[in-house]
């Protein structure tokens, strides 16, 4: 004990006492004294421990769980009730080392200094415990009640290693408790352990003890082996389980392409085959134009009359298993007589004011542009199911531990984008939300990384919602398109990435990824996961749809959008090739571009189609490089800065016409029209 | 191959190596002269004569021996030399920057911690204690390892 020289100890401690596991309970006073500290619990640990998990089963509060480092970005904090005491409980992001210059630690120091009274509760990789100590001994240094969580106890007994706990307890002087947090075993004894918390009784560094980071974290190191060797037997199981050599062949140069062809296939299948067909045209068709839109459109006449009728017309629902793009099983199909959105009236003229107004909100609450009919169908029967099922693989994938090894594989390609593999991981995620993964961007070390993944997202990374709509437009062309499409902008991404490189001054951040184990996702995490994902999407995105028709609408009726039409025609007819009417899909694509893409897949599909395939071609190479939406644009001016923000809007709009152009000009040219 | 120097060939049936010109071929062969097969003097076993594109081919797939060399116990190498599956202790960190370094050191690279080089590509993956680290070829040319 004899070099805690910059913290004193909290009061009624004694500092003497040789810190053993069990409670020891001590006078009263003491007790209580002790008690009122447990009152502030902060959760510290190695990323990919299960802090996480720790803390929702502390709280019972949903908190984002992934098997990858780096998944809390935000302090998260929640209010409980533990040993009878209201408790305040903060999860901070996973570090793995407590005095390094980067966000993450520096957001842990904050609100470890923020709160001198808190108890400390480390949460341990039981099987990583060399990792774990050398943050114990950190955190010992600065003199706090501590309490050791040993998580995944079962991995470890799996791995054939084992801990000797109590001489653990022993040597550091602190409570040491096993848990398995995803079967919440052991969560009890954390509770109890807490009021025992004490000061670690290490030697730790001393803080004369000066010199550079990394040789204090050197003699850190050294004594954490010392430890280790005391108490950790490790004992190599033979043969590799089946879950180690998958692990292997997910980073092998052959197998592992082998590995994310079959696991492109799975998404392919499940996300755009099954989500964006069967299931939108079930919610679309099913649930939307056979029953809610007549029953709105009902509705809206009751309460708003004005002569008019809207005429019957079949609509066919067909439910279907997709099993490759051109076959699927029938299910079952049903035919309902429904009224539409359009209706006849007999002149306009002999309409009074209060007629008029009727017929104008009419037509914004359920007309072709309507509120209900158009934004809230669009939100919530084609967006909604292709986030759902995307969501829901990516948090089977980001589960089961394949996306470090996907960064793996993909670190040479990203080279010569100037990143480092990890940034994959952001860019996998913005298939599913651009908004999301720039705000995950912060896995990322230099803030030049962050900047080019955030443009690159921007540009060139469809997000589910556009995707879906981009593979409805993309069913009218050949396959030969489709391919072209995908290596135009993957080509235009590395291109775009290699030159911001150039650009941009400063060092591409480090490749030093952990690669987590393989684990068999737990379901219900996923199933949390994916709705806790989900429930932010939807908060964030209707608004936005309803915003969006409503400017449309406006537009529509004040006749604006022929106006901007008019100056937008020599750009979108001459240099795109396009027809005028798509210059609305474009306006509105400047708010969001799927939806944007909506209008161009009106226009390229129907009994009334207006585009070529050259045309539905460019459109779709054009609109795919838009920036996704005003959200995704605010979320870059809050991680990146305003000036970086502007930047990017006025380095992709005209991007996005400019390579839309060069490709109509060539296709022009080879004969395409 | 300099012209003229002795070609060393090795069975592939008994392991006997043998000049190419010890080949036992009998006279009167009918695949005349275009044949590149040659003859094991010791157990009359007829095989290819590796060809230059042969060879080429066969390096494709053969596992990389980068440099061509073994190195001995008790060298001091970068970790880039090594073969995927080697075992090593780490001597030093090399001249990375701090940040770097001490990156490393956090994941349990000090000097003296045995590793395994688990794979070379796509990157450098490697494991020291419980922990799988995926590296770049920047990095894992900084650190100097003995081989065991």
Redesign the interface.
Known sequence: MKSLSSAGFPEGQNPDTPGTGSASPGPETIKEKIDAATRTVILVGNPNVGKSVVFKSLTGHHVTISNYPGTTVEITRARTRLNNHKADLYDTPGI??LA??SEDAEVTRDIISAHPDATLVQVADA?????AL?LTLQLAELGRPLVLVLNMMDELKK?G?RIDVERLSEILGIPVIGTIATQNSGIDNVVQALPSARLPSLDCLNEDEVG???ER??VR??RA?EILAETYV?KQPRKPRFSVRLG?WC???VK?LIVLGLVLVGVFWFVGLFGAGSLVDALEVGLFQQRMNPLAIRAADAVLPFPHAHPVEPVQLDFVLPVTPAHEISIFSSTREVIGTAYVMESDASLKWHQKAARLIHDFLVGEYGVITMALSYSLAIVLPIVTTFFLMFSLLEDSGYL?RL??????LF?VMGL??KAVLPMVLGLGCDTMATMTTRILETRRDRIITSLLLALAIPCSAQLGVLLAMMAQLSALAAVFWVVLIIGVMVMVGWLSSKVFPGERS??????PPIRAPQLGNVVAKTVGRLEWYLKEVIPLFVLGTAILFVLDRTHALKLIAVAGRPLVTGWLGLPAETINAFLIGFMRRDFGAVYLLDAATGPDAILSPLQIFVSMVTITLFMPCIANLFMIAKEHGKRIALYMTLFIFPFAFLVGGIVNQVGRALGFE | MTKGAPEYLQCSLCGLEFEKTDTVCAHGCPMGLSCNHVRCPNCNFEFPAPSQTGRWFGKMFRRRHRHGQRHQNGETVTLDRLRSGDRCTLQRLGCGS???????????M?PG?EMTL??R???Y?VRI????????EE?AREIYVKPI
């Open positions: 793995n080392d390094q210059q099987k990583n415990l060399r990792r050398l791995s290693a550079e980071d990394f974290n050197f190191m050294v082996n490790l292997f980073m092998h140069p592992g470090p960064s793996i594989m993909v670190n040479r080279r480092s593999g480090d490749f030093i990824l952990e690669v | 701090n940040g770097r370094k001490n990156t490393l050191t956090v994941f349990g000090i911690s688990l794979q590509h796509p990157s993956v204690g419980e922990t799988e680290l995926g590296l770049d990095i």
